[in-house]
């Protein structure tokens, strides 16, 4: 599958590179195509190192998403809507699957869900996105530097929400190509808080309880 | 431990009365007191089958609490404050830790997290209990059916929250002598609808992957 991972240079953005490479066609996107380029020469290194398929390419956000039929959006919840919208404009969105793993986050003193008056970062996001577009909702408890390990086997439970059935099952096949992973059915976007709200427990009790960071299973 | 099961003769009050009694003085409470002897006889039965210490005893909810070291309110999100306010009536509430598993959830088609405005069930109770009472906000995730299956080793994480350090360290104990548990701390009680919200997700998931009830771990 081809797949476009939107701020792919950085947080989640290189272990989701790195680990569906292995099966997919992965194109990083940044604002900048240079970084983007400079990111995927790094993560194929990496992959060659490993005798690994290295054919991850690098390019502008609007390019990358143009050319893929799954687009991950690996932003900060801050710049989730801008650059949807800038992707929009681009006409780089038309019917593909675009899947969201933001979290809208506060750090008071532990890590607080702070969603939008809507109740989520995936509805806000539903309503900039083109008719067509597929939104699926999944990937917050993916925690970035496990992920980047690829001596890591994972084993963890991934939750995936979406309306679009079809859209869904196409992203829990892609979530168990990561790893160890167990992919669940989360519901629709409708239940989409009750995993956004997980990325901030996680990270709280990593650091109340002083382990790795933590990621979910559910037994 | 002196514990008190506010609600104690349904849902979860029946696993954690079976589980904790092993180790403590359970006291079942309800609006009915006989209600509640009818509860610890049936209790007994099923520990004394087992060869175990069957000495749990039913009151009404204020004599259940006032004999108590720690107040579980195993009731329902609608009932929590009335059933506070009437143990706060009868001077029922003093010093003791109250444990809340309450969860305010509503079901659509799916199950959602519904807080009131305060953020949390938690803070809703901490609103009108008496001070000096240490509030601990736990036992969400926890699944009815296999906490009153003795045979079920559990093997779950369970969080605690709490603003009481050494509550929150007693009920971390209690969490631990119910099975094959790990307590974690969640933080404080501004963290709680971090894992209120994690009984709807738990219903969800469920539901919608057609699994036996589910809880959690941190891996």
Chains 1, 2 share one sequence.
Not at 28 to 49: C, H, M, Q, T
Not at 165 to 192: H, P
């Amino acid at each position: 599958m081809k797949i476009a991972i939107i701020g792919g240079t950085g947080d989640i953005g290189e272990g989701l590179a790195l680990r569906l490479a292995r099966q997919n066609d992965v194109i990083i996107g940044s604002r900048d195509a240079a970084k983007a380029a400079e990111a995927a020469n790094n993560y194929n290194k990496v992959l060659k190192e490993r005798g690994m398929k290295d054919d991850i390419r690098g390019m502008s956000n609007e390019d990358a998403a143009k050319n893929a039929e799954a687009v991950i959006l690996a932003v900060k919840y801050q710049v989730a809507v801008p650059t949807l919208d800038a992707l929009n404009k681009a006409g780089a969105l038309t019917n593909q699957i675009v899947i969201t793993p933001i979290v809208p986050m506060t750090k008071p003193k532990l890590c607080a869900f702070s969603p939008p008056p809507c109740g989520s970062a995936t509805k806000e996001c539903c309503a900039v996105i083109t008719p067509g577009v597929r939104m699926v909702s999944t990937f917050q408890t993916l925690p970035a530097p496990r992920l980047a390990n690829l001596d890591d086997k994972l084993g963890f439970d991934v939750i995936v929400c979406a309306d679009d059935e079809a859209a869904k099952k196409t992203v829990m096949g892609l979530a168990e190509q990561l790893g160890d992973i167990r992919a669940l059915d989360g519901g629709s976007l409708e239940e989409a808080p009750l995993i956004e709200s997980l990325t901030p427990l996680l990270i709280n009790l990593a650091i109340k309880n002083k382990t790795k960071p933590l990621s979910i299973k559910f037994v």
